[in-house]
């Protein structure tokens, strides 16, 4: 009887195994609008701000503009865009998001649209830590015919080599309280969002942004 229970038992063990493994899959990208479209200039819309942090949209929006280059494309300097949405009176990114692909592309004759939303920014606290984490989602959208080109999601925080250090409990609470100094006095979100940029917008990841038409191994089949 033991052993007949320890057979069931590995047995819903092994289909559990299974379908957590089927749950995680990750569904590939569908390249197929995006290789029709072929872009080769990127306007970067002030990303929405879902976080508590006042600073999360221009944090992101000052470090999107690298991974986008080092892709292959040609991206519209985000300052004089910013500048061209302001002395239009849409100062918003939710304003600046909504107006049409087909007005954008007659302002600023890009071929697509960067549209970000940065949901979470900032440090969480608990008693032996302070991590700092920032997350985003981002689409690309061709701004002649509104087809959305390609949707990804990235996140990054400040902890993620975990706490390796000694000194037991006292150690942790002393490292722990430097940590949330650090984070009050500075915007320790930035450097974080710079690393959820990367992973976001760097191209030849897996379901990421295709190569643009300046890089090397820019595809055009």
């Known amino acids: 009887m033991l052993?007949?229970?320890?057979?069931?038992?590995?047995?819903l063990m092994l289909i559990a195994l299974a379908t957590g493994c089927a749950n995680h899959q990750v569904t590939p990208?569908?390249?197929?609008a995006f290789k029709q479209s072929r872009p080769a200039s990127i306007l970067i819309l002030p990303p929405l701000?879902?976080?508590?942090?006042?600073?999360?949209?221009?944090?992101?929006?000052?470090?999107?503009?690298?991974?986008?280059?080092?892709?292959?494309?040609?991206?519209?300097?985000v300052t004089l865009?910013?500048?061209?949405?302001?002395?239009?009176g849409l100062s918003t990114p939710a304003d600046i998001h909504a107006v049409a692909p087909a007005k954008l592309k007659e302002i600023f004759g890009a071929d697509a649209a960067l549209y970000v939303t940065v949901t979470q920014?900032?440090?969480?606290?608990?008693?032996?830590?302070s991590v700092v984490i920032v997350t985003a989602k981002a689409k690309l959208v061709d701004l002649k015919t509104g087809t959305t080109l390609w949707q990804g999601a990235a996140t990054a925080s400040n902890n993620e080599g975990g706490n390796n250090g000694g000194g037991g409990l006292i150690g942790a609470l002393v490292a722990a309280a430097v940590k949330?100094?650090?984070?009050n006095v500075s915007d320790a979100g930035h450097p974080v969002a710079g690393a959820a940029s990367m992973r976001?917008?760097?191209?030849?990841r897996a379901n990421g942004i295709l190569y643009g038409p300046r890089s090397e191994?820019?595809?055009t089949d």
């Open 3 to 11: 052993k007949k229970t320890l057979k069931l038992v590995a047995c």
């Open 29 to 32: 990208t569908d390249y197929t």
């Open 49 to 77: 701000n879902e976080s508590p942090d006042v600073a999360a949209t221009y944090s992101m929006l000052s470090q999107m503009t690298y991974p986008l280059s080092e892709a292959g494309y040609y991206v519209l300097p």
């Open 81 to 88: 865009v910013d500048e061209t949405f302001k002395q239009n």
């Open 121 to 129: 920014y900032g440090a969480s606290y608990t008693v032996l830590n």
């Open 180 to 183: 949330q100094v650090i984070n």
């Open 200 to 204: 976001l917008l760097s191209a030849g």
């Open 217 to 219: 191994r820019y595809q």
